[in-house]
């Protein structure tokens, strides 16, 4: 466990460049959860599941994230920021992993089963992203912010949107636009525009009518 905490205090500073110091790094809520997360974990594999759901809960009241003590994570794992992260009871997370504040590794069923998603080696999900199910991210997939994904996402790949879609994958785009982090998805200003030229096309057609007349 020790050399996986470890791994963990080194990729603050892999991914955090705001991370001065180790004394600064101590007040890192992000830290603080991996590390009562590894502690509640170990007591839930060892069926003190009460113990381990109490600490898990005084986790959440005092960092803002929620990581069910089942929950597998591997080593190197970093949440910047963390606030309203949720980590579900079956998720299973590989190494390296970076996960941005509000996001969700959630279930769509109620069924006591593989419920959660499992995400590979080296993923990044943006902020406010969701992803649901029991699905799979493949290695070095990258998520964009406030994407959701209900689906299997091969290695390699950047995924953004609602639903989430692929837009690269080995280096390649398979659509239009790269990772941005979400900034460049407008979703309402592409609603107006489809309404404007939905407007432009009536009035044409009303045009017309009333030439005929």
């Known amino acids: 466990m020790f050399e996986t905490l470890r791994e963990d205090w080194r990729a603050v500073f892999r991914n955090d460049p705001a991370a001065r110091n180790a004394l600064e790094v101590l007040t890192y809520a ?3 959860a991996i590390i009562w997360h590894r502690i509640a974990h170990f007591l839930w594999r060892h069926n003190l599941k009460f113990i381990a759901r109490l600490i898990s809960q005084i986790n959440r009241f005092f960092t803002g994230i929620e990581i069910h003590p089942g929950a597998k994570i591997g ?3 970093f949440i910047d920021h963390g606030m309203g992260v949720v ?12 996960l941005y504040h509000g996001v969700t590794l959630g279930g769509v069923s109620l069924e006591k089963k593989k419920r959660h998603p499992t995400l590979g080696n080296n993923v990044v999900v943006g902020a406010g992203a969701k992803v649901l199910g029991a699905i799979t991210l493949g290695d070095n997939v990258k998520v964009g912010a406030n ?33 941005t982090h979400g900034r460049d998805l407008d979703p309402e200003g592409e609603m107006m525009r ?12 009303v045009r017309k009518l009333e030439g005929k007349a």
């Open 194 to 205: 489809c309404l404007v030229r939905k407007i432009e096309e009536l009035e044409a057609r």
């Open 87 to 98: 980590i579900g009871e079956t998720a299973e997370i590989g190494d390296n992993c970076l």
């Open 147 to 179: 994407a959701v994904v209900l689906k299997d996402v091969p290695p390699n790949c950047v995924v953004v949107g609602n639903p989430g879609r692929i837009v690269v994958q080995d280096g390649k785009r398979v659509q239009e636009e790269p990772l």
């Open 75 to 77: 080593k190197g794992f």
């Open 30 to 32: 992000g830290l603080h």
